[in-house]
């Protein structure tokens, strides 16, 4: 049984999840955030909570934790386009430095280590879906890259803390995850959409919205990230929902659930943004036991609610974090 876990990037969208998630199970968490793109407003609610500690720092730098660590689960990194783009050296240190100091601390506490690693290392894919064997189809110098080959090293780096190191690592390779506490203006399709149609600006999506994305519910994500770090499995392993959809069509979507009359409008596309995207998660199923569990028209609908009583509040971008 996991006693006690470190989350970094446990104040970001997901990281907050996961925190919720093991402490619920009755996992102690603590909780590493610089809260350069996470928010304290994420994990306000578990401040004071028994089991619950919050360590400010950047994980650049130094980083040490007392007592012992049974896992370390690294989330740590910008996430959305807007915050890597803003924030390209940072991203790429968080994904080199950070990921080699996570890496050393599980290594001191002896502690399973996950990677959250990410679709995006198999770039505009040129195979589809894309399973845990492609190499990807990445631009090292292109303005996603920052993200991309942090990533993509993040990855190399585990390997060879596992093979030369001797530490017990996992890497999960999350595809678009979608939920409650994500930023209204994140710069992610979902909560763009969300937020203009809410709000009666028209829904912009970019190109002609042709390009394919899979979206899965964070609740169903976090199952994922916990099941592989309960298990020996070294992955990498996709976890992402297999359903696959157009851009316009989930813009359409998010209208119609919200009840908007607001116009689609076209934009210019971003460089590099992947055609299509969608996992093939064969792995996660027959080795790790998991598959998502909740509809897409369900977890739209729990992400359009959350999002209208945010909007509500007049103050929901600095309200929540990446």
């Given at each position: 049984?996991?006693?006690?876990a470190?989350v970094?990037?446990g104040?970001?969208?997901?990281?907050?999840?996961?925190c919720?998630r093991?402490?619920a199970?009755?996992t102690s968490?603590?909780?590493?955030d610089?809260?350069?793109?996470?928010?304290p407003r994420?994990?306000?609610h578990?401040?004071?909570?028994?089991?619950?500690?919050m360590?400010e720092c950047?994980?650049?730098g130094?980083?040490?934790v007392?007592g012992?660590?049974?896992?370390?689960?690294?989330?740590?990194?910008a996430?959305?386009?807007?915050d890597?783009?803003k924030l390209?050296?940072?991203?790429?240190?968080?994904g080199s430095?950070g990921?080699l100091?996570?890496?050393?601390?599980?290594?001191e506490?002896?502690?399973?280590?996950?990677l959250?690693?990410?679709?995006?290392v198999?770039?505009?894919?040129l195979?589809?879906?894309?399973s845990?064997?492609?190499?990807g189809?990445?631009n090292?110098?292109?303005?996603?890259?920052v993200?991309?080959?942090?990533?993509?090293?993040?990855e190399?780096?585990?390997?060879?803390?596992?093979?030369?190191?001797?530490?017990?690592?996992g890497?999960?390779?999350?595809?678009?995850?979608?939920g409650?506490?994500m930023?209204?203006?994140?710069?992610r399709?979902?909560?763009t959409?969300?937020?203009?149609?809410?709000?009666?600006q028209?829904?912009t999506v970019?190109?002609d919205?042709?390009?394919?994305r899979s979206?899965c519910?964070?609740?169903?994500t976090?199952?994922?990230?916990?099941?592989?770090?309960?298990?020996?499995f070294?992955?990498?392993?996709?976890?992402?929902?297999p359903?696959?959809?157009t851009?316009l069509d989930l813009?359409?979507?998010i209208?119609d659930?919200?009840?908007s009359?607001a116009?689609i409008?076209f934009?210019?596309?971003?460089v590099?943004?992947?055609a299509?995207r969608?996992?093939?998660t064969?792995?996660?199923r027959?080795r790790?036991?998991?598959?998502?569990?909740?509809?897409?028209?369900?977890g739209?609908?729990?992400?359009?609610?959350w999002?209208?009583?945010e909007?509500?509040?007049g103050?929901?971008?600095?309200?929540?974090?990446?």
């Amino acid at each position: 049984m996991t006693e006690r876990a470190v989350v970094t990037g446990g104040a970001g969208f997901l990281g907050s999840h996961l925190c919720d998630r093991l402490l619920a199970e009755g996992t102690s968490v603590v909780c590493i955030d610089n809260f350069l793109t996470g928010s304290p407003r994420n994990i306000a609610h578990l401040i004071g909570r028994p089991g619950f500690r919050m360590i400010e720092c950047d994980l650049t730098g130094f980083v040490h934790v007392p007592g012992d660590v049974d896992l370390v689960l690294h989330l740590a990194s910008a996430a959305s386009p807007v915050d890597y783009l803003k924030l390209p050296v940072e991203t790429l240190k968080v994904g080199s430095l950070g990921t080699l100091h996570a890496l050393g601390l599980a290594r001191e506490k002896s502690a399973r280590f996950i990677l959250a690693s990410t679709s995006e290392v198999y770039g505009d894919p040129l195979c589809h879906p894309q399973s845990e064997e492609y190499w990807g189809n990445v631009n090292p110098v292109g303005p996603r890259s920052v993200y991309d080959e942090a990533k993509r090293y993040a990855e190399a780096l585990t390997t060879a803390y596992r093979n030369s190191r001797g530490v017990d690592t996992g890497i999960v390779r999350i595809f678009n995850t979608y939920g409650p506490r994500m930023r209204p203006y994140d710069g992610r399709a979902i909560p763009t959409f969300i937020r203009q149609a809410l709000t009666g600006q028209p829904l912009t999506v970019t190109g002609d919205g042709s390009q394919t994305r899979s979206i899965c519910y964070v609740a169903d994500t976090a199952a994922g990230v916990l099941t592989l770090a309960r298990d020996d499995f070294p992955g990498p392993v996709n976890i992402g929902n297999p359903e696959e959809m157009t851009v316009l069509d989930l813009a359409k979507t998010i209208r119609d659930l919200t009840g908007s009359s607001a116009p689609i409008s076209f934009v210019d596309r971003p460089v590099d943004d992947p055609a299509v995207r969608r996992p093939d998660t064969t792995l996660a199923r027959d080795r790790l036991g998991w598959r998502p569990t909740v509809p897409s028209g369900d977890g739209l609908r729990r992400t359009i609610d959350w999002f209208a009583a945010e909007l509500g509040t007049g103050d929901a971008d600095r309200a929540t974090g990446s």
